[in-house]
């Protein structure tokens, strides 16, 4: 019978009371050891790969262009800071609502501080902008955007190796954004000045990925972006898109970042918990970016003695 795994958000996401299908599986499902936190370990755990880290820059580079092979890519995304009366505070990265024609503007400003650097500012998208780094740099450690909304930028600036350069190429990108006249022309109109960026996601292409899945359901360009070099297709996973299992299929359903799809439980939840009943399924492994990890299998729905928690 099939294996289907699936990938949900973490448990404090989901709302209080949790989904009643979910606190059933956290019930009477079989607790297994608990991960790291965080949407990396999740994708270590599905993908199979020689790095250590995910490389995100690389990986949407792939998918936005085909010149991510061979090179460092580091994500350079326009943002929007605020300041208030005790910290500058990020409010936005990448969703700025950028036109590609201010999005031309902007980093053609720009491109001359990093290239003088030494690294080319290569865009793809309006929201997503790159960072072409020498193979050898010596990079710092840089935090995901997910990780500083709403926080105080200095608690997350680069650190480590040449942190002071990294830095100070932020700081004249954000005197080049505050003066530039797009932000002038946004302003005007009520729109959310770009006067900022971010650097993250850096690391190279992998040579190659390997996965146990043979179907692969996400919204997510990373994840997509792994399945095709593990030349595994892709869907967007979206209701009913499951709706039969082959005997031999080995299933990731990706619903980590899709909130609206997990609101009504009758959408995802309680039709995989009655394919699983069914015995269309053999196991059921749910992995939550809290670092939880369920496995449910049929039988374990007669757990009775169990006491289901709705909270």
């Known amino acids: 019978m099939a294996i289907l795994t699936l990938l949900l958000p ?5 709302g209080a009371p949790v989904p009643a299908v979910v606190a059933r599986w956290l019930a009477r499902g079989d607790r297994l050891s608990g991960a790291k936190p965080g949407r990396d370990t999740v994708l270590l755990e599905c993908f199979e790969f020689i ?6 820059a690389a990986l ?5 262009a085909s010149d991510a092979h ?13 300041v208030d009366a005790v910290a500058v505070r990020m409010l936005a990265c990448g969703t700025v609502d950028l036109s590609a024609e201010e999005s031309v503007e902007l980093t053609s400003a720009l491109r001359p501080l990093f290239g003088d650097a030494g690294f080319p ?8 902008w790159y960072l072409r780094c020498p193979i050898g740099a010596q990079l710092p450690q840089f935090a995901k955007p997910e990780n500083v909304l709403g926080d105080d930028l200095m608690r997350h ?15 004249e990108a954000q005197v080049i954004l505050h003066n530039h006249p797009v932000n002038a022309r946004r302003a005007a109109t009520g729109r959310m000045p770009v006067n900022s960026l971010w650097f ?12 146990r899945f043979n179907r692969i359901f996400s919204r997510d360009e990373v994840t997509i972006a792994l399945a095709r070099l593990a030349s595994v297709a892709t869907l967007a996973p979206t209701s009913g898109a499951i709706v039969e299992f082959a005997a031999d299929d080995n299933v990731l359903l990706d619903l980590a970042d899709s909130r609206d799809t997990l609101a009504p439980d009758r959408d995802w939840l309680a039709p995989l918990d009655a394919t699983l009943h069914r015995r269309a399924l053999r196991e059921l492994r749910v992995c939550f970016e809290s670092g939880e990890r369920l496995l449910i299998k049929p039988a374990h729905r007669w ?3 169990r006491r289901i928690r709705s909270a």
């Open 200 to 211: 993250w996601g850096a690391g190279r292409l992998p040579e190659w990925v390997r996965t």
């Open 10 to 14: 973490a448990l404090d996401r989901l």
């Open 60 to 64: 949407t580079r792939s998918l936005d």
């Open 303 to 305: 757990r009775f003695w």
């Open 121 to 128: 500012l290569e865009p793809a998208t309006p929201a997503r």
């Open 70 to 82: 061979g090179s460092l890519w580091l994500r350079a995304d326009p943002c929007y800071v605020a």
């Open 51 to 56: 790095d250590t880290a995910v490389p995100v």
């Open 157 to 171: 600036l680069p650190q480590g190796e040449n942190e002071r350069q990294w830095r100070h190429l932020l700081n």
